[in-house]
């Protein structure tokens, strides 16, 4: 079977673009952020509409014009209105913990607008991405004092320990919640989950997770999650060799036979005969691949 060329293979298996939304930044966030000194209200989102404005101030209809956003690539899709809702809610929370002024806010716009990888002919996402997470985070973390600093970083960790929680729920959910477990078998089987879901996290830092999806950061619609860093790494010649698909499917094997090893001591027999076969049905990116070639 021929070696799968890399480049071919990454719009198909990972499916991510570079469409960032930087929410553009002046005039949005010297409505956002509360100034030094000033009697103002409560920060509202980027781009919001006042609480009461007067009725020759109301917005009109939406305009038909579909060109891009301001701060936006031209040529790059409009970001979904839920990601600019989420955006919004994003500065609220980093205004809410790390008590941000508005020059703050405008440095760490700017900053995640220097922060977007940009790749180079054969560079690897992977390094683009851990690159530009530590450049970024050192960023932020000079325009930050003490106190925001420890604060920045404690989100940092609530993020990590959040991802690894999710990560052991919705892998509960899709691989043993209807193999009926008791409740014992239940808090063993997520707390198993939850370790491993640690481990799994602790090869991605966490200044790359600043750019990845579920970013704690107001960045967009991003599209570059782990899963695609760890499927790159597997892609990755420098990583695994003369890969082919028939590898790939082997260590994919391997993988779900370990994870059965795992309930070994949780599951009884019947249960874990069922545990094996839900495994074998789930869905494989390399089956994307296969039927591509």
């Known amino acids: 079977m021929k070696t799968i060329l890399i480049s071919s293979a990454l719009s198909l298996a990972i499916g991510f673009t570079f469409g960032w939304l930087i929410k553009s930044a002046s005039a949005d966030l010297d409505s956002f952020v509360p100034q030094t000194g000033q009697n103002t209200p409560t920060p509202r989102p980027p781009g919001s509409a006042p609480d009461s ?13 579909t060109g891009p956003t301001k701060g936006t690539p031209t040529g790059t899709a409009p970001v979904p209105e839920a990601a600019k809702r989420a955006d919004r809610a994003k500065w609220m929370r980093l205004i809410e913990v790390l008590g941000l002024d ?8 700017a900053a995640m607008a220097e922060a977007m990888p940009k790749l180079e002919n054969g560079q690897s996402p992977e390094i683009a991405y851990l690159e530009a997470g530590a450049r970024l985070e050192k960023n932020i973390l000079a ?6 600093r420890k604060a920045f970083t404690d989100m940092q960790r609530r993020a990590a320990d959040n991802r690894i929680e999710l990560s052991a729920q919705q892998t509960y959910s899709q691989e043993l919640g209807e193999l009926d477990l008791s ?14 879901a640690d481990r799994s996290s602790a090869d991605i830092p966490s200044s790359t997770r600043l750019l990845l999806t579920g970013s704690l950061l107001p960045i967009g619609d991003l599209n570059f ?33 370990e994870k ?34």
Do not use: C, M, W
């Open 102 to 109: 508005g020059g703050q806010a405008k440095a760490l716009e």
């Open 53 to 65: 404005p007067p009725p020759r101030s109301r917005p009109g209809r939406p305009s038909s014009d």
């Open 260 to 293: 059965a090893k795992l309930f070994e001591g949780v599951l009884t027999p019947a249960q874990l005969e069922l545990y094996r076969s839900r495994l074998s049905q789930t869905p494989d990116i390399l089956d994307q691949l296969r039927s591509g070639e």
């Open 225 to 257: 999650s782990e899963d695609a860093i760890r499927l790159l790494r597997q892609l990755s010649p420098q990583h695994s060799g003369d890969v082919t698909l028939d590898k790939l499917a082997e260590k994919r094997r391997a993988e779900a036979e």
């Open 183 to 196: 409740p014992e078998q239940r808090g063993q089987a997520l707390d198993l989950l939850r370790s491993r």
């Open 143 to 148: 325009l930050l004092n003490a106190d925001q």
